[in-house]
């Protein structure tokens, strides 16, 4: 059993009687490419980077979202050597809790990642549900409303938008997701290896058609289907009077506009903060130990989805103009725009062709975007269930496995992850508001690892030494603790702007008591777990400074 001291030896007797048994159960089934697959669609391009981009406009108008994305990539990119060299030192299931409970310590430990991956993920259940139905409901109503003539896939697409259409939205997205990860890691990786491919087969498609049409293909297209669908004439220079009477002038997309790009960096980021988010699955991959293949599976999702948002955006601009994309986002979500869906690119991109077979195509090979990122709402929050289970901190039968799938953990993420669905759904006590402060909640877990990684060199000197990070330094200080430095200061000033700023919608004291209260009830789960642990003669403090088996 590995200690802390990173030392190998015979087991201390009992010492196995610290963890709930004697093997995780979990199984290395991933290779490095799944881990690939699974970062990739966590900073997902369709579903997350699209959607964010369109409240650039209102967050920071004088803001160009290619500066923007370029920067916060680079800074991004010391959050994946972090993490890579976090995974290197102790590639366990749960990844922030193992790494911030054995540095940091027990309690403060379980609060940060409790709160940030369990918690605040149940959040995200509706989050994902919205985007399911802005992305996938409404357009491919839109297009069968094309299609058939029939105005009733036209209701459809506008009442997928409502109340209702959010929860049955969220109960697909947890009934899916649920599905795909109860099956295991290995038809996990099938599926989102399928979704992988068929994806970018449909972006490929759609890049094709943005580079061989013109300008006056789209304005012809976007007008006629407008007229078709939704009997809106003149849809496209509605789209720019409507902009222009609201006094918004976007700044082009040819313009560096550093200052005003970096205030867009907050919107962005909620988009490309993730290329760590399958961290907590390591214990499941399997060379997990080698910092240099973490290292590229992560920095190539972030640069590879970094480089197509560039190039879709671009394209975008060169058939609608840079000017009618911000307008179009700045009008839709002002409630002024001329179409009554949102602007989805894929959406738009249909109306460049009068082929209804084409049109279908590009809509439903795009949604394999949101399919292949749809199990990231429960899969990494489950391993952390399951590791602070482990560790005698919550109740064991939540480290119950059942085929490699730690079952109970699932049920504690899908459950009051439709629970909380119906309260942002129906908007019931505001919630809609009370959630807007969910991906802070996530920076200040990932601010913890920061702070793990700056003193992991000292903290724990032995384990550092015996790892296979020692050997990167730049100038006699360790890597690891420069890029902490780095990723500390990049998550405190985001942190410090959305506090800050009231235009990024998150400094909302409402939300902010409501998850202040999350940290709070964390707390006492751990402080009751520790008392119930004494009564029964086991010490959190002795089993958090033991390295988990596996």
């Known amino acids: 059993m590995a200690t802390l001291g990173g030392t190998r030896g015979p087991i201390?007797?009992?010492?196995?009687?610290?963890?709930?048994?004697?093997?995780?159960?979990?199984?290395?089934?991933?290779?490095?490419?799944?881990?690939?697959?699974?970062?990739?669609?966590?900073?997902?391009?369709?579903?997350?980077?699209?959607?964010?981009?369109?409240?650039?406009?209102?967050?920071?108008?004088?803001?160009?979202?290619?500066?923007?994305?370029?920067?916060?990539?680079?800074?991004?990119?010391?959050?994946?050597?972090?993490?890579?060299?976090?995974?290197?030192?102790?590639?366990?299931?749960?990844?922030?809790?193992?790494?911030?409970?054995?540095?940091?310590?027990?309690?403060?430990?379980?609060?940060?990642?409790?709160?940030?991956?369990?918690?605040?993920?149940?959040?995200?259940?509706?989050?994902?549900?919205?985007?399911?139905?802005?992305?996938?409901?409404?357009?491919?109503?839109?297009?069968?409303?094309?299609?058939?003539?029939?105005?009733?896939?036209?209701?459809?697409?506008?009442?997928?938008?409502?109340?209702?259409?959010?929860?049955?939205?969220?109960?697909?997205?947890?009934?899916f997701a649920a599905a795909v990860i109860?099956?295991?890691?290995?038809?996990?990786?099938?599926?989102?290896?399928?979704?992988?491919?068929?994806?970018?087969?449909?972006?490929?498609?759609?890049?094709?058609?943005?580079?061989?049409?013109?300008?006056?293909?789209?304005?012809?297209?976007?007008?006629?289907?407008?007229?078709?669908?939704?009997?809106?004439?003149?849809?496209?220079?509605?789209?720019?009077?409507?902009?222009?009477?609201?006094?918004?002038?976007?700044?082009?997309?040819?313009?560096?506009?550093?200052?005003?790009?970096?205030?867009?960096?907050?919107?962005?980021?909620?988009?490309?903060?993730?290329?760590?988010w399958g961290a907590t699955l390591y214990g499941e991959v399997r060379g997990a130990n080698d910092f240099k293949r973490n290292l590229q599976s992560m920095a190539l999702a972030l640069i590879v989805t970094t480089a197509l948002a560039l190039i879709t955006l671009i394209l975008i601009a060169k058939v609608t103009t840079d000017t009618f994309y911000n307008d179009a986002s700045q009008t839709y979500w002002a409630g002024t725009g001329s179409m009554p869906v949102w602007p989805y690119p894929g959406l738009l991109a249909s109306f460049l062709t009068s082929n209804s077979i084409l049109q279908l195509f590009l809509i439903l090979s795009l949604s394999l975007w949101f399919w292949g990122w749809c199990g990231t709402v429960f899969l990494s929050s489950t391993r952390v269930i399951f590791a602070a289970a482990f560790d005698r901190v919550l109740p064991s039968w939540a480290a119950t496995v059942n085929r490699g799938v730690p079952t109970n953990a699932l049920l504690a993420m899908v459950i009051p992850g439709l629970a909380l669905s119906i309260l942002y759904s129906y908007n019931i006590w505001q919630f809609q508001t009370v959630i807007l402060d969910a991906v802070l909640v996530i920076a200040v877990t990932f601010f913890g690892s920061a702070i793990v990684a700056l003193v992991l060199p000292w903290r724990q000197k032995r384990l550092y030494d015996q790892s296979p990070i020692a050997k990167y330094k730049i100038a006699g200080i360790p890597m690891i603790s420069i890029c902490g430095a780095i990723l500390m200061g990049f998550l405190g000033w985001n942190i410090w702007m959305w506090l800050y700023n009231s235009s990024y919608g998150v400094n909302n004291q409402t939300s902010l008591k409501f998850l202040a209260s999350f940290y709070v009830i964390a707390l006492v789960i751990y402080l009751v777990s520790r008392y119930v642990n004494n009564q029964r003669g086991v010490n959190l403090n002795t089993i958090h400074k033991e390295i988990p088996i596996e």
């Open 12 to 175: 201390v007797a009992g010492s196995l009687d610290l963890f709930v048994r004697n093997a995780t159960g979990l199984v290395r089934s991933w290779a490095a490419f799944d881990a690939f697959i699974y970062s990739f669609f966590s900073i997902n391009l369709v579903t997350l980077g699209w959607f964010e981009f369109t409240f650039g406009p209102g967050s920071a108008p004088g803001g160009n979202l290619l500066t923007a994305i370029v920067i916060s990539g680079l800074l991004i990119l010391a959050e994946v050597a972090v993490y890579a060299g976090l995974i290197a030192v102790m590639p366990r299931a749960g990844g922030d809790y193992v790494w911030q409970t054995r540095i940091l310590g027990g309690g403060l430990g379980f609060v940060l990642a409790i709160t940030g991956w369990v918690f605040t993920l149940w959040l995200w259940v509706p989050i994902y549900g919205e985007i399911f139905s802005t992305e996938f409901i409404s357009p491919v109503c839109t297009i069968l409303a094309s299609i058939t003539g029939n105005h009733t896939f036209v209701d459809w697409a506008i009442n997928s938008l409502s109340h209702t259409g959010y929860m049955i939205s969220s109960i697909v997205v947890s009934v």
């Open 182 to 276: 109860a099956a295991g890691m290995k038809i996990y990786a099938r599926v989102q290896k399928f979704c992988f491919v068929g994806g970018m087969i449909g972006l490929g498609v759609m890049i094709v058609m943005l580079l061989v049409n013109s300008h006056a293909d789209f304005v012809n297209g976007f007008n006629h289907f407008n007229q078709k669908i939704f009997g809106v004439k003149g849809a496209y220079a509605a789209t720019l009077q409507a902009a222009a009477k609201a006094g918004y002038t976007p700044v082009p997309f040819n313009k560096l506009a550093l200052g005003g790009s970096f205030a867009l960096i907050p919107i962005v980021i909620f988009f490309n903060l993730y290329p760590n």
